[in-house]
């Protein structure tokens, strides 16, 4: 068997948040925060 020299790469990310939050007290919008359109809603059974 042969040694392959493979560069070890960090699976941790060791780099903090790049930016902090501008508002941290501002609530995260949630996955369904936007409206569903008209033309996408489903028609009544």
Known sequence: MT???V???PHRRSTPS????P???K???GPKTV???PHRRK???
């Open 27 to 29: 609530p995260k919008p």
């Open 35 to 37: 409206p569903v359109k």
């Open 18 to 21: 790049p930016t902090p939050r």
């Open 7 to 9: 560069p070890v790469k």
């Open 23 to 25: 508002n941290p007290n």
């Open 43 to 45: 028609p009544p059974k």
């Open 3 to 5: 040694k392959k020299t």
